[in-house]
């Protein structure tokens, strides 16, 4: 039996490290810390401008700001004393690899050591993150300091084409690069419109400006999650969802809203499938040529639940392939 398991060893106490996401508001920490807090021998903290620190100390707990080495720490504990080390946000790799080579070295009682962390991030939490990252190239760098909402439109098409891609393409890595990709556009995009002067009629607005508009949205269009309405089926909240845009767009046209620039398949059929949502009955133009040729086969697969775009992407795909194939045997 070790000499710290016999019966009559000295209780070799606890180390607590006591870690907090910088994500969440400081103070606002789990009550199993609090109580921990509260409980301990002693408090250390090696960074004086922790965030927490003013939030212990007007809870009445002591901190004592301080970087022990894993000795000086686990002497702390002789007697059976807790002590709690409350980390920074890099983290005391010095302190735990003291620690580490300490037990494994197998020539001292080592107190318990456990990890209890304070505060969890919630669900998108990264992307406070990224606004704070985007922030700072805005400030800092050369080329994104100078960029306008006109100057990224191209790469928002680009990076909205290469998503299409990678679900295509059922490719789940890259689909979650992609993801981030257009992410990316989107908080750019906010980040330069906080800057806007107001000269030239322009509102400035911000990242929460642009989350809160599409809450308001969402909650609005969805009666039958948020509110009192019933959907039962997904036809159901289509013909909500297009009741209540009719309503907020105070559209005169079902052709309002559809934006000509994009690729002419998908232009086609969006217009196609307007008119049949609204009940119209347009035929098709006449005229010759192959523009009204791929007209007529875009409303048709339109009509049919196919995608026009995709099928010709996914043709164009195959052809692709056997090129290269061609390639290969050349």
Same mark, same amino acid.
């Given at each position: ?10 209780? $070799? ?39 927490? &620190? ?16 894993? =000795? ?15 980390? $920074? ?41 990224? /606004? ?16 306008? =909402? ?33 992410? &990316?556009? /989107? ?32 909650? =609005?269009?969805?009666? =039958? ?7 039962? $089926? ?62 007529? &086969? ?33």
């Amino acid at each position: 039996m070790n000499a710290e398991n016999a019966p009559d060893a000295a209780p $070799t106490g606890r180390i607590v490290l006591l870690t907090t996401s910088h994500r969440v508001a400081p103070g606002l920490l789990s009550w199993s810390a609090w109580q921990l807090l509260h409980a301990a021998d002693e408090v250390l903290c090696a960074d004086a401008a922790h965030p927490q &620190l003013p939030y212990l100390r007007e809870a009445g707990i002591e901190v004592r700001e301080a970087a022990p080495t894993a =000795h000086e720490l686990v002497d702390a504990c002789a007697g059976g004393r807790t002590v709690v080390v409350v980390a $920074t946000a890099e983290g005391d790799r010095r302190l735990t690899d003291g620690l580490a080579a300490l037990a494994g070295s197998g020539r001292v009682a080592m107190p318990d050591l456990e990890l209890l962390p304070a505060s969890y991030d919630l669900p998108g939490a990264r992307l406070l993150d990224l /606004v704070q990252v985007m922030d700072r190239i805005r400030r800092e760098c050369p080329w994104s300091s100078q960029q306008t =909402h006109k100057g990224l439109a191209k790469y928002a098409i680009e990076e909205a084409y290469e998503l299409v891609e990678a679900i295509e393409d059922g490719d789940r890595d890259e689909l979650r690069e992609e993801l981030g990709d257009v992410l &990316l556009q /989107v908080v750019f995009h906010a980040r330069i419109a906080e800057e806007a002067s107001g000269e030239e009629g322009d509102e400035a607005f911000s990242v929460d400006d642009v989350a809160g508009g599409i809450v308001e949205k969402l909650i =609005h269009r969805h009666p =039958h999650v948020f509110g009192d309405d019933t959907a039962l $089926t997904p036809e159901d909240v289509k013909e909500h969802w297009l009741r209540t845009k009719a309503v907020e767009k105070q559209r005169e046209s079902v052709t309002d809203g559809v934006p000509v620039g994009q690729p002419g398949l998908a232009l086609a059929a969006k217009l196609g499938s307007r008119v049949r949502t609204a009940g119209l009955d347009v035929p098709a133009p006449g005229g010759e040529g192959v523009g009204y040729e791929l007209l007529a &086969l875009a409303l048709s697969a339109e009509a049919d639940g196919v995608d026009p775009e995709a099928a010709l992407r996914a043709a164009a795909r195959a052809y692709r392939d056997a090129i290269r194939a061609a390639e290969g045997l050349a």
